[in-house]
C-alpha cells in the first residue's frame, strides 16, 4: 500500500508495560480521546499482541525517526481523567527504575495497589449517609410506632447522618433505612468522609534525650533532613516519632511512618489513634485489595493524614507532605527479595529528599550502613542511651551447655529458671529462630536423612523440616510437603528420628512440663489469620506464662510482665558464610534482649550457647551493639565490603546448570568489555563468578550467580547501564531465568 496513505503521526503516547522489557512502547492516542489534558501519569489499556494490557503513559512526543506509522496501534482507552501518578512520585519511580536497573512498566505496576494495575477505577473514598425526603419528612408522623418511625425521626433532627453515626444511635437501623426507601421516604447519600478520631490522649513526659531529639528534628523546620534515632531497646523512640508526627499535622501536613513487620501495625495503630487524636490508616499486604486501594486513594486526594505500613507503603502519593519515619529501619524485611528488588528505606530516603521533609530513621541497633551515613555526617546522629521511666537495662547470663543433656533443646538450668519465673508471676519469651517441629528427620540406623527432592544436589542435600509432631515434612525454601515416612526409605528401618528442636518441639516439651502456665507459639504458621498475633498477644495478656516465638516476637512489642528471655540456638549463626551474617545475629540477639525487663519489673535474658567464647558474644555483652558495631565496620572497610564498597549480584536459574554458566559467563565478557578486564591499572569494577549460589539448588532449578563490587556508586551503575543491553539481547538470556539485586540484602 502507498506510503501516502500513512502520513507519520505527529504525536505517539510512549507506554510503559508491565513486562520484563527495558523499553516503552509507542501507541497513537485513542481514536476517540475520553479525557482532555496531559496523559502523562495516566494508565490506559492498550492493544499488545493477542491480548489487551494496562500500562501507564510516561512521555507524549513526535515518532522516533524511522518509524512505521502502519505498525502503530491506537491506545483503547484513556482509563484516568486525571494523572494518577505525577509529580514527585512519578519522578521518585522513575530513578527507582533506573537505579535497580528494572523496566520501568514493572516498577510503575509494583507502586500500585492491585486493583489499579488491573484497570479498575480509583476507588471511592467518600462515607454514605441518610436523609429525609421530602416525601418522607411530610409522611413522618403518619408512619406507625417502630424503628422506622424512629430512624425517620432522627433524620429529622439532623439534614444527614452518616452511617458510622447511625450505628452508635440506632441498633439495627439498616432494616428500617431499606423501608423508609422502599416507600421514597428516605434516600442515601454520598458525604465526605468522616475524620472523627478519639480525643488525643497525653503521653509521658520526654526525658532530657528524647527531649533533645524532638528538638533536633522540630529545627529542621520541615525542610529535607535525615536523623538517624539510635536508641536501646525501651528508650522510647516511639515518643520522640508522635512528638514529630503531632508537629506535622500541626502544620497541616501528611505522616508516613514504615514498620518492617505486619505484626507491629496493630500495636502502633493502636498507639498512634489514641495519642494523636487523628484517623491513622494501616496499609500492609493483610488488608484487602479493596481496603488497600482505599488508603491509597485517600492520600492520593489529600484526605488521610497518617499512615503506618510496611514496605510496600513508600508508594502511597503524599499530595501534602510532612514526614517519613522508618521504625526498625536495620530490619531486613524492608528489603523487597523478588520481583523489583528496591530496598523501601533506601526509597523512603530518595523521596524525603524529593519531597523536601525530614526523614527519621529509628532502632536499637541500626545498620552498619546507616552507622557510616551518620559517622560521614549525611545523617543527624540523635542518641537514646538509657531506658524510659524507671526501667533498666536487664541482665545478660550466657549458659554453656557443652556436654549437658538437653531436653527439646533446653538444658536443665534454662528450664528450672523458667519455672521460677512462673512461679514467681513472671511472663517468659523462649526465643527459637526456627519453626517447625525440627529440623530433620533422621534414619539412626543407617543415617538416612529427609532432603528436599526439588531443592537437594548430589553434593548438598537440603533437609525438609519436621512438623505437626513428626507427622509431615514441609522445603522452607520451595513449599515441598509430604508425609513423613513410616520406616526408613533405605533400610527399612523403624528408628526414624526427629533431630534438633524448633519452635513446636519446644511448646509441646513446656507444654507438658508446665501444664499449669499457657504456653503459646507464635511463628507464622501460627499466625497466618489476619489480626492473629494482635489477638493472640492479646489474650495472652499479663498473666504468668510462656512465649515460644521467632524473630516475629523480637521487633518492638512491648510485653511489661516479661520479665525473662531465654535465648536457644544462637550458634547456627556465629559461623556462616554470609559476610552480614555476624551483623544480623548482633541485632537479632539485641533486639531479643530488649523484651525483657521494659516496665518496673528488672529483666533476665539468658543465652544458651555450645560456643561461650565466641568473639561476637564476647564484644557484645563487654560492650554491647555500639562495640560490635565499631569492629565489624573495621573489618568492613578492611574487606572492601559494604558499606565502604557497593555491589550488585546477577543470578541465573536453568534446569542445567550448563545455561545457567554459560549464561553468567557471556555476561562477565560483556562487564569486563565495558568496564576493562581485571588486573588493568584503571579497572574499579571487580567481576567475581560464575560460581554457584550459596544455596546450588531451589525448586528444581540449578542457580549459580555473578557478584559485581565497585568502591563507588557511580562506576557499578556506569557498567550496568553500558553492558545489560547486550545481555537481554543476548541468544543465553533467553534460556535461563535471571535476575539482578542492586544493594543485595545477602548473597543467597
Known sequence: MPEALFPPPSTVWRVALPLPLPRLFDYLPPAEPSAAGDPVGCRVRVPFGRREL??????????????????????????????????ELLDSLRWLARYTHAPLGEVLATALPGPLRHGEALADTHAWAWRLTEAGATARERLRAGKPRRLADLLAEHDALDEDRLDELLEDWRSAARALAKREHAQRIAVPAAQRAPTPQPGPALNDEQQAATDSVLAAGGRFAAFLLDGVTGSGKTEVYLHAIADCLARGKQALILVPEIGLTPQTLARFRARLGVPVHALHSGLSDGERVRTWAAFARGQARVAVGTRSAVFLPLREPGLIVIDEEHDGSFKQLDGIRYHARDFALVRAKALDVPVLLGSATPSLESLRNAQAGRYGHLQLKRRAGQAQPPRVRVLDVRKRPLEAGLSPELIERIGGELRAGGQVLVFKNRRGYAPVLLCHDCGWTAHCPRCSTPLKGTPMTVH??????????????????????????????????????????????????????????????????????????????????????????????????????????????????????????????????????????????????????????????PAFAEVELAQREAAGFPPFAHMALIRAEAQEVEAANAFLAMARREFERVAGPRGRADTVLEVNGPVPAPMPRRAGYLRAQLILSAPERRPLHAALDAALPAIHAAPEARKVRWSLDVDPADLY
Do not use: W
Not at 62 to 82: H, M, S, Y
Not at 519 to 540: C, H, N, P, W, Y
Open 468 to 625: 505437626g509432631g513428626g507427622r509431615r515434612l514441609q522445603c522452607h525454601h520451595c513449599g515441598t510437603r509430604r508425609p513423613a515416612p513410616d520406616a526408613c526409605p533405605d533400610c527399612g528401618g523403624l528408628a526414624l528420628q526427629s533431630q534438633g528442636a524448633g519452635t513446636e518441639r519446644i511448646e509441646e516439651s513446656l507444654a507438658a512440663r508446665f501444664p499449669d502456665f499457657p504456653v503459646l507459639r507464635i511463628d507464622r504458621g501460627s499466625t497466618q489469620k489476619r489480626d492473629a498475633l494482635e489477638q493472640m498477644l492479646g489474650e495472652f495478656g499479663t498473666t504468668p506464662g510462656v512465649l515460644v516465638g521467632t524473630q516475629m516476637l523480637a521487633k518492638g512489642h512491648d510485653l511489661p510482665n516479661l520479665t525473662l528471655v531465654a535465648v536457644v540456638g544462637i550458634d547456627e549463626g556465629l559461623f556462616s558464610a554470609d559476610f552480614r551474617a555476624p551483623e544480623k545475629l548482633a541485632q537479632l540477639l539485641i533486639q531479643v534482649a530488649g523484651r525483657a525487663g521494659r516496665a518496673d519489673k528488672p529483666g533476665e535474658v539468658m543465652l544458651q550457647t555450645h560456643h561461650p567464647d565466641h568473639e561476637l558474644l564476647h564484644t557484645l555483652l563487654s560492650g554491647g551493639y
Open 54 to 87: 494496562i500500562g501507564v503513559v510516561v512521555e507524549v512526543g513526535p515518532p522516533e525517526a524511522g518509524t512505521d506509522p502502519a505498525a502503530l496501534k491506537a491506545v483503547a482507552a484513556r482509563l484516568d481523567p486525571e494523572p494518577l501518578l505525577h509529580g
